[in-house]
């Protein structure tokens, strides 16, 4: 199996990420809370979204603009 050049980059990152997480945590520096677990796992589900649903997302918003873009067009600018 061959990785992407983004899947290495993510690799190169993720690694050294998880190990200052864990250096901050025995240290005691960076202590874990609700607020925080919600926030990784809300960061998460973005990167996550982004990584797996982009394309979606990108082509039902273009839908909507093309939309939104016809609909004013029948419409007369008001001028007061």
Do not use: W
């Not at 983004?6 to 945590?25: E, G, H, N, W, Y």
């Amino acid at each position: 199996m061959r990785l992407s050049s983004t899947d290495m980059q993510v690799r190169k990152i993720l690694f050294p990420a998880i190990l200052s997480l864990c250096a901050l945590s025995s240290k005691k520096i960076l202590i874990y809370n609700e607020e925080m677990i919600v926030d990784a796992c809300f960061i998460g589900f973005i990167i996550f979204s982004r990584k797996s649903l982009g394309k979606t997302f990108k082509v039902t918003l273009d839908g909507r603009i093309q939309a939104i873009q016809e609909e004013s067009h029948q419409f007369p600018t008001a001028i007061m």
